[in-house]
């Protein structure tokens, strides 16, 4: 069982940035391929991005690319999602995952954490 907990969500103006942290709790983080998904309300849980599990392939939503940076540091067991030049429409609740495959598809994940709120005003 891995636990995931996210962390660095809170209210920013557009433009403005954020960075989310998920802290894992799995000694083996460094085997599991880590992602983050949003879900804004009323609306699907959506991909942003992932990062295999040494981090040499990273995937990213049209919607975030050029904008969001993930990352991963395995010596800390932990997850990193920048967000830079925050739109209104970004905003979410933000969930990191891990699971074993390196995908987009939510299903495929088999560990989530709680979710942290981002909030993106005018």
């Known amino acids: 069982q891995v636990q995931l907990v996210e962390s660095g969500g809170g209210l920013v103006q557009a433009g403005g940035s954020l960075r989310l942290s998920c802290a894992a709790s799995e000694r083996t983080f460094s085997s599991y391929v880590m992602a983050w998904f949003r879900q804004a309300p009323g609306k699907e849980r959506d991909f942003v991005a992932d990062?295999?599990?040494?981090?040499?392939?990273?995937y990213y939503a049209e919607s975030v690319k050029g904008r969001f940076t993930i990352s991963r540091d395995n010596a800390k067991n932990t997850v990193y999602l920048q967000m830079n030049s925050l739109k209104i429409e970004d905003t979410a609740v933000y969930y990191c995952a891990a699971g074993r495959l390196l995908t987009s598809v939510r299903d495929r994940y088999d560990w989530w954490g709680q979710g942290t709120q981002v909030t993106v005003s005018s």
């Open positions: 990062i295999s599990s040494n981090g040499d392939r990273i």
